[in-house]
DNA sequence: ACCATATCGATATTATGTTATCGATATGGG
DNA sequence: CCCATATCGATAACATAATATCGATATGGT
């Protein structure tokens, strides 16, 4: 398997680049007509656009709309759904685990985990296990990607569990920075550092 | 007022440093430990904290623990609070007003909105009003930071209307990119884009 | 009192990402 | 049939951020 890789910029504006081609009719498009619809440097989209298709564009054309939504959807790993497990079932776990949107994004949430259920409940149709059962059941469902909505306090221990369970991807919702080893990715979507760039500039 | 600024990168790191910084109990805090806690690089440490204290690091011993807190606090504008409101009362906008947490960063959130509601409601202490009350309401409370949490065919309406009512940042959870004019402040906080970089990461 | 060293600030280097430029090419209009 | 032009790819210039290096300095240990 040929190995492309992506800068996280570019990876990151693919989905408005994806969400765009699925909503335009036409049978090619230009990066200009992509750059000008975010607001975006036309060369940045070009490079963006040519670095994941697999064909290239045309002068005066552009690029094979279809092809491309298909190209994109393949880096992103949409179409092979992912499975992934929340823990951390309070208000932000169950708004996530209820939020449809994910499986247009390719991941499925197939479990919820939570140090206060002590039997099996279900949110929907969504089963909830108490934390204790945590590292078989990933195991057993061969689980690569969990979501961590714990408090900080709890967040490195369930992720230390994570990681001995064999996940291979955190995406981390506790206000504070995971400590793991090179091979495993975390994405911290820290609620305080988004702030941070917004109250600073209130400040001014 | 001077105005100096900062890095998005640096203001990110920030919350991360006053966070290990509370914890401290040692009246100097050094570049080193600072970067050791968090497997950051020394010398990038040493520069945030540089440029956001007011008084210079002392060889050997470090930065004064306290002195720094204060600065920190001061850049990202903690202690001052902020009023906000959040538009879109679903799950995740519940999620996020539930959230006890904001108050420790400066950030209060003051009011609702949902186009569901019809009449005045209260979630816990806070008042949900109808979609049509908003641009008054926020002028008359003068809200400069607003969270837009409604759905992406409604958001980009949304956000017109939060500008016109005169707020100055935005902290936009709908997935898609807003559209706004220069002297306004967006943050995109887009799960697709954050899951188009675990996806990626799995995919290989 | 002096030396070893932790830490600093400053400057230089490297890496990464964005924007500008330019020649090539294919399409559509005169 | 040819020219004007939209678009491409490639390369170059620029901007920003991360890391490395180095001399200066103050502290603690001998």
Redesign the interface.
Known sequence: ME?RS?S?QT??????YL?YLRKVETENVSSTAVASE??LNEVQVRKDLASVSLQAGQPRKGFATLALIRDIED????G?V?EAVIVGV???G??LA??S??EN???KIVAGFDKRVKHEEWLNDMPIFPVDRMIPIIRRLKI??AIITVDAANAQSVCDQLVEAGT??I?NFA???L?VSDDI?V?N????????????????
């Open positions: 190995s992506f996280i990876l990151q504006r693919l989905p408005y969400d975010f607001g880096v992103l790993g949409y092979h992912d309070g208000h932000l169950t708004a209820n939020y949107g994910f994004y390719g991941l690569r990607l291979e991807a995406w206000p504070l920075k400590r990715i994405h979507e820290n609620m305080a550092c988004s702030l941070a760039v917004l109250s600073n500039h209130l400040r001014k």
